[in-house]
């Protein structure tokens, strides 16, 4: 008889752990594993059992706040529902064969600090609705495929540390509205299309660490501001169409001169794309 009550128990815990995540949530998750061929995935979820106990998903308080489900072979475009997840504050599919555009629904995840769906084949526009996100402290789109101008909008995404949007097909100028984003530590905007002068206003910019404008489209000549950047130790902006040439520098020591005539392309420090 003990052992019966005590299965019983069991049973109900794990019923009513799976049941106290909203069937909102719950339905979102099952949209995503859908629409990505669940089925493919490198690790599958066993939809009958506790969402606890589904890989890459993390529960705190009976709600879902971290999707890590990176290199993962999910396949397919983002379902609309993952909208739904209103508490989630890090979701990270990098390294999978996602396409499509951003759903515009990711605009509801008001408590989102990471997003991060870099080396996928996304493609479109990066949507204006992204700066509603206002929590947001990393946004990794890297080697992807959108395309279309940085949306002004990403400005007033004041908590960021890391804007990383190289490689992708990225036009239009660098938002001199760059500068509200004073809490930035890593910028990568290249391997783009992107023309236009690099505007002063990086040089405000004062927790930048790493700075990346390689391969483009540039113009004119690297604003002297950037010699306020103290904490910087990784600039590229070699491959534009400026009137001089720059050496690349990587350290832990700021670039001392900004102005360096390239002399040969053996001065140049190739460093890997993300």
Partial sequence: MK?????????????????????????????????????????????????????????????????????????????????????????????????????LTLKNLKELRSLELFM????????VELGELKKLEALKLYSNKFAGNIPDSLMSLTNLKELLLGSNYLTGQ????????????????MDNKMDGEIPVEIGQLTNLEELLLSTNQFTGDLPMELMNLTKLST???????????????????????MHIEMQSATATMDIEKE
């Fill in 3 to 103: 052992t019966l009550k005590l299965l019983a128990i069991c049973f109900f815990v794990t019923a009513y752990s799976f049941a106290n995540v909203s069937s909102a949530e719950k339905d979102a998750l099952i949209a995503l594993y859908k629409a990505t061929k669940g089925t493919q995935w490198t690790a599958t979820w066993d939809l009958n059992t506790s969402i606890n106990t589904w890989y890459g998903i993390k529960v705190e308080d009976n709600k879902v706040v971290e999707i890590n489900l990176q290199f993962n072979n999910l396949q397919g475009e983002l379902p609309q529902e993952i909208g739904n997840l209103i508490y989630v504050k890090k979701i990270n599919l990098g390294f999978n064969k996602l396409t499509g555009k951003l759903p």
């Fill in 120 to 127: 996928n084949n996304f493609e479109g526009d990066i949507p």
């Fill in 174 to 189: 660098i938002p001199r509205e760059i500068y509200a984003l004073s809490k930035l530590e890593k910028l990568s905007l």
């Fill in 235 to 257: 600039m590229m902006v070699s491959d534009n169409n400026l009137n001089e040439e720059y050496i690349s520098t990587s350290g832990k020591n700021p670039p001392s001169l």
